[in-house]
C-alpha cells in the first residue's frame, strides 16, 4: 500500500477544490441558525398552544367549585345530615 506524500495530496484533485470565505461560512451558518430559530418558535407557540387547550378544557369541564350547582344551602344540609 502507497502512502501519499504531503505533495502528493497536496496535487491531489479534491485539494484542488474552491473554498468558501470566512464571509461564506458565515453567512451559510447565519442562515442555518434562523431556520433552526424559526422552527423552534414554531414548536414553542404549538406547545403553548396545546398547553392552553388542555386549561381550557381543564377549566370548563372539572373546576366545578367556580360554578356550584343553583340549591340552597337548607336542601345541602338536609342530604348532609340524614
Do not use: C
Request: hydrophobic share 30%.
Amino acid at each position: 500500500m502507497h502512502r501519499p506524500s504531503i505533495s502528493e495530496l497536496m496535487y491531489h484533485p479534491w485539494m484542488q477544490q474552491t473554498v468558501p470565505s470566512a464571509e461564506e461560512i458565515q453567512k451559510e451558518f447565519d442562515t442555518r441558525n434562523k431556520v433552526v430559530v424559526e422552527q423552534r418558535e414554531i414548536e414553542r407557540q404549538e406547545r403553548r398552544n396545546q398547553r392552553e387547550g388542555v386549561l381550557d378544557d381543564m377549566n370548563n369541564a372539572s373546576m366545578r367549585a367556580n360554578d356550584p350547582p343553583m340549591k340552597g344551602i337548607d336542601v345541602y344540609v338536609a342530604t348532609q345530615l340524614s
